[in-house]
């Protein structure tokens, strides 16, 4: 029997990524005008809608997770979108240290966890759907 507990995982990752649109990665001050001697600085909380960079990366991880749930026939298909949306968080989380670079000063808020839950839940997928594979290959070889 095949086990779709990976349409679990990928929707969890698509609700995690959608979630990272709205919460909280970065908190913290930049300088912005320096005035003589003197800096002011500015506090600002970075979660996906900070650029568009941001947003349409974190948009386009969680599409694609949801596409990979109906994808289920081609098996093939989901673990190459599952691995491509690894790849684009990791592309994500370089942006995010990116823009955390801007700042003088701050901390990453509990929120930021987010981010790795959704590599998480996009490899446990990957090896659920592994499984499927591997349960079809050796059920085709007992006919």
Request: net charge positive; charged share 15%; proline share 0%.
């Amino acid at each position: 029997m095949i086990q779709r507990l990976q349409s679990i995982w990928l929707l969890l990752a698509s609700a995690c990524a959608f979630a990272g649109l709205k919460f909280f990665f970065f908190t913290g001050n930049i300088s912005e005008i320096k005035e003589g001697s003197a800096t002011i600085s500015k506090y600002v909380a970075i979660n996906g809608f900070e650029n568009i960079y941001l947003t349409v990366v974190t948009i386009t991880i969680a599409v694609m997770s949801i596409l990979a749930i109906f994808l289920y026939k081609n098996r093939g298909l989901q673990i190459r979108i599952c691995v491509a949306g690894m790849l684009l968080e990791l592309l994500l989380t370089y942006l995010y240290y990116q823009e955390t670079t801007k700042c003088i000063e701050g901390a990453y808020s509990l929120s930021s966890l987010l981010q790795a839950f959704v590599m998480i839940f996009l490899f446990l997928a990957i090896k659920g759907i592994s499984k499927d594979n591997k349960i079809i290959k050796e059920s085709n070889s007992l006919r």
